[in-house]
């Protein structure tokens, strides 16, 4: 008796947060995994605990996605959860490197994902893309502006390429989370872990699951229905910014980012 190949899906971002719970629920749905993550050890770690298949590389390494392609059948998940913030000036003292950063990781980086993945699916008849934006992808907020910009952009990505799938069975499904508890502001500000940590003062934030169960939802969903645009944030915040804490160190508009 020969058995059925389990479905594969490919998760960018996937040591740490959304990336890491979504990995863990398609394990659980029976889709065999490629994580792609920076951290080798991290990968490591993942593949030991879910059995996964861990690609060390950065997003916006057009030849390291071309050649994981390459290799790979298509699949019938691409989860596009790599990316992340880097500093919070106003845009007066925005540093560019900064910028470059979160462009290539968040926008270049699901360009060249999409751009490898998408046409595999289409011939395979079949697929579905997720791409984690962010509440920063509708909704600008004061020093944030390199962070929002590429998250504006990297929804008009999802959404050109949803116009242009039209036709075709291949559903583009895009998740825009606000807070969530991950290592996020940590990177974000790596120089102040107390302005990190003040993001999470007096509310209770998403988890990494909350956002991973809404992805699952979507990917289950059968393949005539697409769940276009999910917004998901804590019960806590009402906006980008706008957010209630029950502590004395209240945020009414968020506190700086
Ligand atoms: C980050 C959203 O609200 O935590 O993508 O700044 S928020």
Redesign the pocket.
Known sequence: MTSTPRPLAVVTGASSGIGRATTELLCKSGYAVHVVARRADRLAELEDQLGVTGHAMDVADSAAVDALASALDAPAVLVNCAGG?RGGDPVVDADPSAWEWMWQTNVLGTLLFDRAFVPKMKQAGRGTVVTVT???AFEP?PN?SGYSTS?HAQSALTQTLRSEMLGSPIRIIEVC????RTE?FHQRYPDSPERADA?YDGLAPLEPMDVARAIDFAISQPPHVTLDRIVIRPTD?AG??RTHRRTGNAHPEGPPQ
């Open positions: 913030a962010s509440v920063a907020l944030s998250k989370p606000g807070i969530v996020f993001m915040q980008h910014g």
